[in-house]
C-alpha cells in the first residue's frame, strides 16, 4: 500500500489538532458553569453526578489522577457550593460526595448549551454518521487504559 503511512499520519495530525479544538470548547463549558472551573473540576462533577455520588478515592482511580489533585479539584467543588460529602450509608468512616442542588442545576445548565450546540454542529450529519462517530468515540475512549470511558 504505497502512501499509506503518510496517509495514516497525515490522518493523525487531523485528529490531534481536532481534538485540541475539541478540547478548548470542553474547556470553555467549564468556565461558563463557573469562571473559577477548571476543566477538571467540571469533569469530576459530572462524573460524580453521573455515578450519583462516589468516594474521591473513586475519582482519582478512575480518571488516574494523584489523590491530592483530586482533593484540591474537590475542596474547589465545595467551596463553590456544587459539591457536599456524605457519610456512606454502610461505612460511616468513608465520605462519599454529591452534587448540590446547584451543582446539579449548574450541570444541567450547561449540559443543555452544549446539547444545543451539538445538535446544531452535527444538525445535517445522517443518523448513521452520528452512530458511527459514537461508536468511534466509545472505542478511542476505550483503548489502551482498561478503564470505562464513562
Known amino acids: ?9 497525515e490522518s493523525l495530525d487531523v485528529i490531534q489538532r481536532e481534538l485540541t479544538a475539541f478540547a478548548r470548547r470542553a474547556r470553555a463549558a467549564a468556565a461558563r458553569l463557573h469562571p473559577d472551573l477548571p476543566l477538571v ?7 460524580i453526578d ?15 489522577l494523584d489523590k491530592s ?8 467543588l465545595e467551596k463553590l457550593g456544587l459539591v457536599e460529602r456524605h457519610p456512606d450509608p454502610d461505612d460511616h468512616r468513608i465520605q462519599v460526595l454529591h452534587p448540590t442542588t446547584a451543582g ?3 450541570l444541567a445548565s450547561t449540559q443543555a ?6 445538535r446544531e454542529r ?10 458511527r462517530f459514537a461508536e468511534y468515540l466509545l472505542r478511542y475512549n476505550a483503548t489502551g487504559d482498561g478503564t470505562d470511558p464513562r
Open 104 to 106: 446539579v442545576r449548574a
Open 41 to 47: 473540576s467540571y469533569t469530576l462533577l459530572a462524573h
Open 113 to 118: 448549551s452544549r446539547r444545543a450546540a451539538y
Open 69 to 76: 489533585t483530586v482533593s484540591r479539584q474537590v475542596a474547589t
Open 1 to 9: 500500500m504505497a502512501g499509506a503511512p503518510r496517509e495514516r499520519e
Open 122 to 131: 452535527l444538525g445535517e450529519w445522517t443518523a448513521d454518521d452520528l452512530a
Open 50 to 64: 453521573h455515578r450519583q455520588g462516589c468516594r474521591a478515592t473513586d475519582l482519582a482511580a478512575h480518571y488516574m
